[in-house]
């Protein structure tokens, strides 16, 4: 049991990936110690017709694997999928190719202390510079 609890951290998250599912999330964190930025690169397996939800489910959990390696313990995940929000926050059922990713992902975000995952409005900057890096990585 850890004797010190630190504040929670707020992880505003944006992603992009290109049709074969590499992609790259950024996240700005803000804590009472001030703010800063990471890059986090990922790998999803696409599925047609799932409006790429299997993006935002890796995009997520590789947010969360990263936070949790650097010792994070207590995390608010702000952005800007409101399917992923739900998914998560009403434990809904998912379609079939999404189980797998949908498991992986909680239980990656219950090794946190403690976590909320919450609806956000995009940040610009954020989705730019992550489509700007896989629309760069797609023309080399």
Do not use: K, W
Not at 101 to 123: I, K, Q
Request: glycine share 4%; charged share 30%; aromatic share 8%.
């Amino acid at each position: 049991m850890r004797a010190h609890h630190e504040p929670p951290i707020e992880a505003s998250i944006a992603y992009a990936a290109d049709r074969r599912g590499e992609g790259v999330a950024y996240a700005r964190l803000r804590s009472d110690s001030g703010s800063r930025l990471i890059r986090i690169p990922f790998r999803a397996q696409r599925f047609a017709g799932l409006a790429s939800r299997e993006i935002s489910y890796a995009a997520l959990s590789a947010v969360a694997a990263a936070l949790l390696e650097r010792g994070f313990s207590r995390t608010r995940f702000a952005l800007a999928d409101e399917a992923l929000v739900r998914d998560i926050n009403e434990r809904r059922d998912v379609p079939p190719p999404l189980v797998l990713p949908y498991v992986r992902l909680g239980c990656s975000l219950n090794r946190f202390e403690e976590y909320a995952v919450t609806l956000a409005g995009e940040d610009d900057d954020l989705a730019h510079r992550a489509r700007s890096e896989v629309a760069l990585h797609v023309a080399a």
